[in-house]
Each structure stands twice: as structure tokens, then as C-alpha cells.
């Protein structure tokens, strides 16, 4: 297996009757946007006015009913029950961010209309990931009477019906994952993923259809105590719907574009202590803050242990307390770094001898934690432009993530192979899974000739989607606040990438050890210099101190330090010339 250079497809200017339904829509919603603002959104597949006006009014567009979610009113009924006669309820999530925010917005939801609600989150590793029979004791024990899953649940047939049948607890499921053939027969199932649902947004995360419930009760008339604001639930929004990866269109836009404009000016202990960790400026918070810095602390706990610090801080109302979390948050951060290089570093050993036609990437290795493979996968996607799934391979049973590329669904090639499994789920771009080990080479193998029947060379060469070419006296603040006006950016939504060409390399230094590169870029023609950052290219330092001609590929980034406000160019790909 080897890296491949990337290929540079430039996206065909904006078509002159397109340019003018798009002007149309900036003058409705009252935005400066100039000619390169509305070649973005042609390339993002916005053509029509009336489709622009949308995206453009995200933040204070409406949200789709919470009840054309098919048995969103059983589920309402049940709680209002729960909520009249006292009954104890539990939030039973997932470790990741996505299912650690949609538990903390539950409950903190719920208990502002006077529920008893607790929480529970499994251990990724003593547990698993879903629901599980010896935590429905422990709850049936604790007199928990109704159970309301989020982030998981539509694939636990079996848990579901012990906890009504064996626990004489109700269940109600709200999810966002892939629906079985089969669904669990809970008293209501919320998800847009269910054969027979209206919903028409497919892509909420569980953390969405966990705000599209409360929204629901509110509907119906539950009071939410003034101490409980729906700015505070929409933070959580935010950073669950970010950190998984969810496409930043349709009501996932409206609910980040919201959430991001509360987090900016949050009351939450828990958030101001991960922002100061971090040092993360308040006022400019974006989608890369969160992808970047705020959804890997939290997802770090779980990870390496338990959840529950991330959820504890998430909750906190106490400021000390919040920054001792967020400490302890932080180590683990760090721990997890160290772990993801080290097993990344290995499975690009075990990539590296496979065939170069390959067209999946399938390694395993025995130590790997469970909770690092999925970051392990998603760099060696990046690498070498395959779907790639790792495997800790464990004694009897071994537990495995996936990242896939664009045009390969890995969920349904887990499926294809699912009597190999113990379990599985997921969605298109990533899935999680649990195979014995002992049918490892059968479980590979049939990938192989399951990915081989689908995917062309062609589907196999990396390519970069550049928006535009610019020269480097175009990349100003100006074009920065022109940005900022079609964010925020995501999947579905990418920040833009753009190309300048016959830059020279006029100075280049090493930092973070040396495994990122600092450059000056000079344009002789117009006599403009700009600065740039190239991460983990260390080994190109050499070349690059020859003060080259490059071309370069990369995304505009505002780097403020002491009071000075820059332009810097985040670099995806150079080519020398």
C-alpha cells in the first residue's frame, strides 16, 4: 500500500443566471455577499433562490415539527405520565460526545419540569456500547419505572424487551443510527432512520432527536423551569451534532448556527472550564473549535475510561469543581494523543504491506484500546484515501471501528458480513463493531471482495474539491468576514478550499517537534507575502529549505496574537513546480 498524491479538482465557475438567482436570495436576507461568496454556495450545491434564502436564514429559520416523528406523541404521553405520578426515569446514552450531550440535555431538560431523572452510561469497555442487561437490573433496582434511551437503542431487540418483560420498566428509544430490519418493541421509537417515519430531515443526531423530544413536551404544555433555558440546550446541541459528524444542512444547520451563538455567550461552569483549558477565545468560537478542541476532551473520557467525568462537567454548576474536571479532562486529552500515535504509527505498518489495489484497509493488532481504534481509522482514511476499518484483536472477541470514504456505505458492508458479527452499527461514514475473533480472515476476506464489487480505481484516488483559485492579495480580513457570513462550516458544509499557484518558499521552520511545518510564501509577482501552517509534513523540511516554487492548496485561517489580527493559510496539499 502507498500514499497517493492527491488530485486537484477545481470547481467550473458560477453560470451567469445562477449568479443572479443567488444574488437574489443575499439581497433578501439583507447579505453583502460578493461574486466568490455566491460561487461557494453554487459549489455546495445551492442554485436556486428559494434553496439560498434557506441556508442563508439558518440561524433563525424554523425547525421541522417534532411530531412528524412517528410515535413522538405515544412518547410524550408516557412521560407526561412519568412526570404526573412522580416516576423515576433514566436517560440510558452513549460515551461518545454525541450520546454525552444528548444525556446531559435530557436531564437537565427533565429535571427542569420536576422529573426524578437519572442517568447512565455504559463502560466502553466492561459494557459496550447500547443498552445491557446487567444495567437495566441496576436500574430496575435503583425503582427506575421508564427508560429513555438516546443516542442508542434501535438495535437492542433483545435488552428492550427484557426491560419491559423481565424489569417491568416502560422503554422509549430515540435514535439516530442506522434502523435494523427488525425494530425493538419499546412502548415508542423516535428516529428518523424507521421505515415508516415522516420526519423529512434523515441526518439529526441523537443529541437532535433528543431536543426535538423536549421541544415536543413543550408543545404539549410542560412547563420548563426558567432556571433551564433552551440556549442552554442548544450548546449541547451544538458540540454532540459537530462532534459526530453530522452534514451542517437542513436542521442540523439551524441547530449549530443557534448553538454556537449561545455557546459564545454560555452560563455553563462546565463549558467556561473547557473553553480555559483549551484557551479557546469566547467571542469566536466556530465549528473547528469545537471539532477540534472542545469535542475531543469530552470524548477522551470515554475513550480511555468512563464517560462520566465529561458528563459531570457538562452538569456542573460549580465553578471550582468544573475546573478540576476539566483538568482531569485534559490529561486524558493528552494520554489519548499519546495513545492514537502510537497505535497509528502501528497500523500504518500493517497498511503499508498490503497490496496497492487493495480496496479496503483492514488491520488489527492485540493491545490496540477499543476506544482509539475509530481515531487510528479515520487517519489512515485520510492517508490513503480508502475505507479503513481497525481492530482490537482481543482473545475471544475482538472490537473493531470503521471510517469510509465517500461512495461506500460501511455500515452496509458491515451488514453484508453480519453473520460473522456479535454485533454492530453505525452510519455511512463510520460504524462500530464487535466480531470473535476466531473469524477474523473469513470477516476480511469478505470485505475485500464485498468492497472489490464496488469500488473502481477511480474511486480510490484522493482529491481534493478546491472552490476557487486566488491570488494571494485576495486573502484579506475582508475575505475572512465574507466567510464567516456562509458558516458555520462542517460536513456538507466545508470550509472552503482555495489554490494559489508560483508562491516561493521563502522561509520554513519546524515546530511541534517537527512534525508540522511553519512556512512564508512569497508572490513575486505582486511582491505579497503570507504566512502558512503544514501540518505533520516534518519529513518535507529539507526540500522545502531549497526555496521552491509551489502551488499549494489550502483553507484561509484568522490567526489572532496579541491584539493583531492575520490571514494564515492552512495548507491541504502543495505541488512543487
Known amino acids: 500500500m502507498r500514499t497517493l498524491s492527491k488530485q486537484w479538482a477545481v470547481h467550473q465557475p458560477l453560470p451567469a443566471d445562477v449568479r443572479d438567482a443567488l444574488a437574489l436570495a443575499a439581497r433578501e436576507c439583507d ?12 459549489n455546495r ?35 407526561t405520565v412519568a412526570l404526573g405520578a412522580g416516576e423515576k426515569i433514566a436517560i440510558y446514552g452513549d460515551y461518545d460526545a454525541d450520546g454525552v450531550t444528548a444525556t446531559a440535555l435530557l436531564v437537565k431538560a427533565l429535571r427542569g419540569m420536576g422529573a426524578d431523572v437519572i442517568p447512565y452510561i455504559p463502560h ?37 424487551a427484557a426491560a419491559i418483560r423481565d424489569h417491568q420498566m416502560d422503554v422509549i428509544v430515540t435514535d439516530h443510527h ?51 433555558k433552551p440556549r442552554d440546550l442548544l450548546e449541547l446541541v451544538a458540540i454532540g451534532t459537530v462532534a459526530d459528524v453530522a452534514p451542517l444542512d437542513g436542521d442540523n444547520r439551524i441547530l449549530v448556527s443557534n448553538g454556537l451563538r449561545a455557546m459564545r455567550g454560555t452560563r455553563s461552569e462546565g463549558l467556561r472550564a473547557i473553553y480555559a483549558a483549551a484557551r479557546l477565545k469566547t467571542e469566536s468560537l466556530t465549528t473547528e473549535s469545537i471539532g477540534f478542541a472542545i469535542a475531543p476532551r469530552i470524548n477522551a473520557a470515554g475513550r480511555l475510561d468512563s464517560a462520566w467525568d465529561a458528563y459531570n462537567l457538562l452538569m456542573s454548576e460549580d465553578a471550582i469543581q468544573a475546573g478540576m474536571l476539566a483538568s482531569q479532562l485534559e490529561a486524558k486529552n493528552q494520554a489519548r494523543q499519546a495513545l492514537t500515535s502510537e497505535i497509528v504509527e502501528q497500523a500504518t505498518a500493517s497498511a503499508l504491506v498490503l497490496d496497492d489495489d487493495a480496496p479496503i484497509i483492514v488491520v488489527h493488532g ?33 472490537k473493531g471501528s470503521a471510517r469510509s470514504i465517500k461512495g461506500f456505505n460501511v455500515t452496509d458492508a458491515l451488514t453484508a458480513v453480519s453473520d460473522l458479527l456479535s454485533r454492530y452499527g453505525g452510519h455511512s461514514m463510520a460504524a462500530g463493531f464487535s466480531v470473535p475473533t476466531a473469524n477474523l480472515p473469513e470477516f476480511k476476506r469478505r470485505l475485500h471482495e464485498h468492497a472489490a464489487s464496488l469500488l473502481t480505481a477511480a474511486d480510490l484516488l484522493p482529491r481534493l474539491e478546491v472552490d ?54 512569497y508572490d513575486r509577482e505582486r511582491h505579497q507575502s503570507i504566512r502558512a501552517i503544514y501540518w505533520r509534513s ?34 491541504k496539499d502543495l505541488h512543487i513546480v
Request: charge should be negative.
Open 178 to 228: 442506522r434502523a435494523p430490519r427488525n425494530l425493538p418493541q419499546a412502548n415508542a421509537l423516535i428516529s428518523a432512520r424507521r421505515p415508516d417515519n415522516q420526519y423529512p430531515y434523515k441526518e439529526l443526531t441523537g443529541v437532535g432527536v433528543a431536543y426535538q423530544l423536549v421541544r415536543a413536551l413543550i408543545q404539549r404544555g410542560v412547563t420548563l423551569h426558567e432556571s433551564v
Open 468 to 521: 476557487a483559485e486566488l491570488t494571494i492579495n485576495k486573502l484579506h480580513l475582508g475575505l475572512c468576514e465574507q466567510l464567516e457570513l456562509l458558516a458555520p462550516w462542517g460536513t456538507g458544509n466545508p470550509a472552503p478550499i482555495f489554490v494559489s499557484r508560483s508562491l516561493r518558499v521563502k522561509e520554513v521552520w519546524p515546530v511541534g517537534n517537527g512534525k508540522h511545518l511553519k512556512l512564508n510564501l
Open 31 to 42: 447579505l453583502p455577499l460578493n461574486d466568490l461568496s455566491l460561487q461557494l454556495l453554487y
Open 45 to 79: 450545491g445551492v442554485s436556486g433562490t428559494a434553496d439560498a434564502i434557506a441556508f442563508l436564514k439558518a440561524g433563525n429559520a424554523s425547525l421541522n415539527d417534532p411530531y412528524r416523528f412517528e410515535q413522538m406523541d405515544v412518547a410524550v404521553d408516557r412521560i
Open 538 to 571: 516534518g519529513d518535507l523540511l529539507a526540500q522545502m529549505r531549497q526555496q521552491p516554487m509551489v502551488d499549494v492548496v489550502y483553507a484561509v485561517h484568522l490567526n489572532e496574537w496579541n491584539g493583531s489580527r492575520n490571514v494564515e493559510l492552512d495548507i
Open 366 to 398: 492485540v493491545g490496540w484500546n477499543a476506544g482509539i481504534v475509530g481515531l487510528a481509522a479515520g487517519r489512515l482514511k485520510e492517508m490513503f484515501n480508502r475505507p479503513v476499518i481497525v481492530i482490537e484483536e482481543g482473545e475471544g472477541m475482538s
Open 124 to 160: 466502553r469497555t466492561s459494557e459496550g456500547y447500547g443498552m445491557n442487561l446487567g444495567a437495566l437490573a441496576k436500574l430496575q433496582e435503583e425503582g427506575v419505572r421508564l427508560v429513555i434511551t438516546v443516542d442508542c437503542g434501535i438495535s437492542n431487540i433483545d435488552e428492550v
